[in-house]
């Protein structure tokens, strides 16, 4: 099973920025749709966004869309979120995820998704 390792979070302040990186450990994942989810304290883990193994279908949370930024680069082996605006709602620990198949059917939903990194903290200070 792929394992995922995701880097880039930070401290922030309110309207700043931050890319954060998701790369695999021993195989790649070029075949597979791909998510990113977060976890706030307190909370339970949401979805963020997908991407699915071409990048040609992507979808959003409402909460992020206009803001937050999913690609990947195939070549790379690497998927990345480029998050503006931050707001203090955004702070949470950011995990990505591979899904089993290229895409997904309907919605991309947490359930289909596997092979959980440890996850990044983001922190957006206000």
């Known amino acids: 099973q792929v394992q995922l390792v995701e880097s880039g979070g930070a401290l922030v302040q309110a309207g700043g920025s931050l890319r954060l990186s998701c790369a695999p450990s021993?195989?790649?994942?070029?075949?597979?749709?791909m998510g990113w989810f977060r976890q706030a304290p307190g909370k339970g883990r949401e979805f963020v966004a997908a991407i699915s193994w071409s990048g040609g279908s992507i979808y959003y949370a409402d909460s992020v869309k206009g803001r937050f930024t999913i690609t990947r680069d195939n070549a790379k082996n690497t998927m990345y979120l480029q998050m503006i605006s931050l707001k203090p709602e955004d702070t949470a620990v950011y995990y990505c995820?591979?899904?089993?198949?290229?895409?997904?059917?309907?919605?991309?939903?947490?359930?289909?998704?596997?092979?959980w990194g440890q996850g990044t903290q983001v922190t957006v200070s206000s």
């Open positions: 021993g195989r790649t994942f070029s075949n597979y749709a």
């Open positions: 995820a591979s899904h089993p198949r290229r895409t997904w059917f309907g919605l991309p939903r947490e359930g289909d998704f596997g092979s």
